[in-house]
């Protein structure tokens, strides 16, 4: 069975500082990936995927992603968080086979203080 | 254009008795899902349909619950005799076939007192 470990559930930071969320998955196969993003009041929406390919991906707002296959990770940074970046963030996979459902991590909760 | 809508917002119920949600989803996307979300957990898969294939409801908790869409357009999730453990949080999400890029409603804040 698949499954996805965001192992920090919150996380602290003053404006200006760096971002990297942890997000590890278990998985038998090829993977797809992605990170989702829930501001306060606003709907889950797509950050960034991983496909195929590079495995450094940019997604919006200045976040990026790395999948380290050997590592079974795909951990997501930003060099210089702003108060705007507070929200809940959370990992998914899929496998590639066909199967469109995802697995959720958790999610992690980020606070930016200005 | 417009995006998933979810009705109602917010639902509290008292234990035992069953509630509807609804979703509709994005025009033209034929994937619809749900999802359950507890306090301080992840994104719990309940159901999938995908256009007139049968739904995959590998996700569902219970035979409390279930679910229909008619066509490709609305869905509803349906929870009888709810449970407190049944609070939560449902999110409905839709996505073009063969996507995997999913659009998410606002949810349903469901609390069973």
């Known amino acids: 069975a698949q499954s996805v470990s965001q192992h920090n559930h919150h996380v602290i930071l003053s404006e200006a500082a760096s971002l990297e969320l942890g997000c590890n998955y278990s998985y038998g196969g090829t993977v797809n990936l992605f990170w989702y993003v829930q501001y306060p009041g606003q709907h889950l929406q797509l950050l960034l995927k991983y496909f195929s390919g590079d495995p450094l991906v940019k997604g919006i707002k200045g976040f990026e992603a790395e999948f380290i296959k050997s590592k079974f990770s795909f951990n997501l940074r930003k060099p210089s968080v702003q108060w705007s970046d507070t929200a809940e963030y959370f990992c998914a996979v899929t496998g590639t086979g066909g199967s469109y459902i995802p697995t959720f991590g958790r999610g992690t909760s980020l606070i930016v203080h200005p | ?113």
């Open chain 2, 1 to 113: 254009g417009a995006g998933v809508s979810q009705s109602p917002s917010n639902k509290v119920t008292e234990k035992g008795k069953d509630v509807e949600l609804r979703c509709d989803p994005i025009s033209g996307h034929t994937a619809l899902y749900w999802y359950r979300q507890r306090l301080g957990q992840g994104l719990e898969f309940l159901i999938y349909f995908q256009g007139n294939s049968a739904p995959d409801k590998s996700g569902l908790p219970s035979d409390r619950f279930s679910a229909e869409r008619t066509g490709e357009s609305v869905s509803t999730l349906t929870i009888q005799r709810t449970q407190q453990e049944d609070s939560a949080v449902y999110l409905c999400a839709s996505s073009l076939a063969g996507n995997y890029e999913q659009y998410f409603g606002p949810g349903t804040r469901l609390t069973v007192t």
